[in-house]
């Protein structure tokens, strides 16, 4: 196996690993012993997963969130230049796509690491896949605003791209908002706007459903 840095999806939710990720991302797990993770408990949980007779004990994890240091990030990578591959773990889906493992890919980079991105689930691919939207020109937006004039005034901006530049707009949302957000969408939206609703995807109770705002109105979500 190529000594690199190796992007280990996981799954999006409590789905089967045979569902959406290659016996090849095992293969390469098996064979790592140096873990940048989010969350030293749910990896643990997911490489458990991976392989029941994965020796937790022998694996070393570095946690990585908002408090890690960027000095501490570059010093993560010292078993990679020592020739030893490493892994990156998300709580959820690709590494490094709105996800703090971007700084460590990043650093890698800078330093001429070799960086390899393995298969597995993309909420935004997924729903860009599904949305039945321009899926050539697209922006992800991660998170919009909390505060609720800033926005409906972010809301406002993205949809006058759909019609100016006629880009697909994503954001993602904490399921505890999704209901606000969605009121805001369809109270200063264009009725003939579109919206997709993407939820659970590749889960048990995956919603994915794409409408006018004027369509939605008549929905009970």
């Known amino acids: 196996m190529e000594t ?19 016996t090849y991302n095992k293969e390469i797990i098996l064979h790592i012993r140096h873990f940048i993770v989010e969350d030293i408990r749910s990896a643990r949980r997911f490489l458990k997963k991976v392989d029941k007779t994965i020796d937790i004990d022998l694996i070393t994890f570095y946690p990585l969130n908002k408090h890690t240091s960027p000095d501490a990030i570059s010093g993560y990578l010292k078993p990679l230049q020592d020739g030893f591959s490493m892994g990156i773990i998300s709580e959820a889906g690709c590494p ?3 996800d703090p493992g ?10 001429n690491l070799r960086v390899v991105p393995l298969v597995g689930p993309s909420s935004i691919i997924l729903s860009v896949m599904a949305s039945g939207f321009n ?7 991660g998170y919009l605003p909390i505060e609720s004039g800033e926005r409906i005034k972010k809301i406002k901006v993205l949809e006058q791209r759909i019609y ?15 209901h606000k957000i969605i009121e805001d969408i369809l109270h200063q939206c264009r009725p003939q706007t579109k919206l997709c609703v993407a939820a659970n995807i590749t889960c048990e109770g995956e919603y994915i459903k794409t409408c006018t ?7 009970h979500l």
């Open 4 to 22: 690199a840095l190796y992007l280990i999806p996981v799954t999006l939710g409590d789905t089967p690993l045979s569902n959406v990720l290659p």
């Open 135 to 141: 899926g050539q020109s697209f922006a992800f937006n």
């Open 213 to 219: 705002v004027a369509e939605w109105r008549k929905i």
């Open 102 to 111: 971007a700084d460590v890919v990043a650093i890698a980079q800078r330093k």
């Open 96 to 98: 490094a796509v709105a």
């Open 164 to 178: 100016n530049e006629h880009q697909t707009q994503l954001f993602i949302e904490t399921p505890y908002r999704n």
